[in-house]
């Protein structure tokens, strides 16, 4: 699935009695895509920053982290039989130098990648571990979700794109090869892998990755350090507050974040904390009577001003506004 491709240059010609009404179809369509493109620019997740400089660090025997703080992060285990990577990144681009990144560590053959969950800035650098033959591995859930909310991935990430000078045409969604229902497990070289899922946290299909040799958990979509996570696409808080505390009982000793730099317990339970505020203050101002309006000019959550993200704390609140008021996340799947 390609974005940007032209339209086909040759069409059929209508009859001149249909012109008019031709006409009033094209003028509707170009407002309903006018207002697609505005609405899909409100959704933007990319607000120009000076971001933290990215850092490629060791964080465990054979583990690397990447902290991508003005994008997003990656992770990937080296064994003997070869590399498993975490996410993927933004773009095609992104895709190119993590690959040049894993190329100065090592040059066994980059065989298994994991999408954590169905965000572009997760997935879009896809493409050349594609052509490089590794196998792409994703929840069920996660493909479903890549595949309905294609275009709204894509038109979230153009201020990125244009801001980092990434050409946009270049970016396409190339789906995973293997999916999973609740767990997979890989062993690479002497390193077990673990791979799973306890339900939804901020998205359907939230897929976890554990290395047990290297007492260190991957959560690409639920946790995110000192950070505001979008709330557009959870089905419950309390579900996602659930599975933040499972997660910070278990026995590792760091968390490496989809976004923020390596996280511990503590951090994985203080998002739990934000997330019940947060759901408590809209759910009490809802119980008022306040209008969608009302909560996003009156409610503002000092506490967590500091975090990143803040600056999209309006769109988050109308998220949950639609969540609580309609029993559905604002951009449901599968
Ligand atoms: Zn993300």
Redesign the pocket.
């Known amino acids: 699935m390609r974005h940007g491709d032209a339209m086909p240059a040759t069409r059929p010609i209508p009859h001149p009695r249909l012109w008019p009404r031709l006409a009033a179809l094209l003028l509707a369509a170009a407002c309903c895509s006018l207002a697609v493109a505005a609405d899909l620019a409100r959704f933007d997740n990319f607000r120009d920053r000076k971001g933290v400089p990215m850092e490629l660090k060791q964080v465990a025997p054979d583990l690397w982290f990447l902290y991508d703080d003005l994008s997003?992060n990656a992770a990937f285990l080296v064994s003997d039989d070869g590399v498993l990577v975490i996410d993927t990144r933004q773009h095609p681009q992104h895709g190119r130098e993590l690959i040049a990144m894993i190329r100065k560590v090592t040059d066994k053959p980059i065989r298994w990648v994991i999408n954590t969950h169905a965000?572009g800035?997760?997935y879009y650098g896809n493409p050349p571990f594609r052509a490089l033959g590794a196998t792409i591995i994703a929840h069920r859930d996660t493909v479903a979700g890549m595949v309905k909310n294609e275009k709204l991935e894509f038109g979230r990430r153009q201020a990125f794109f244009s801001s980092q000078g990434l050409d946009a045409k270049e970016v396409r969604t190339v789906l995973p090869d293997l999916t999973f229902d609740s767990s997979l497990r890989l062993q690479l070289g002497r390193y077990p892998v673990e791979i799973f899922y306890w339900g939804a946290g901020q998205n359907p299909g939230d897929t976890m990755i554990h290395f047990p040799a290297q007492r260190a958990l991957y959560i690409g979509g639920p946790f995110a350090r000192k950070n505001w996570s979008n709330m557009s696409f959870t089905p419950s808080i309390d579900g996602w507050i659930r599975l933040l505390e499972r997660i910070a009982k278990m026995d590792v000793d760091m968390f490496l974040p989809?976004?923020g730099d390596v996280g511990t317990r503590e951090d994985v339970l203080d998002e739990a904390r934000l997330l019940a505020d947060v759901q408590a203050g809209v759910k009490q101002a809802i119980g008022r009577g306040w209008t969608k309006e009302q909560i996003v000019k009156a409610l503002r959550f000092p506490q967590y001003a500091d975090l990143r993200n803040y600056d999209r704390v309006d769109v988050f609140l109308e998220a949950l506004h639609h969540l609580f008021t309609t029993g559905k996340p604002l951009f449901p799947y599968p």
Do not use: L, R
């Open positions: 997003s965000h800035d997760h989809g976004h």
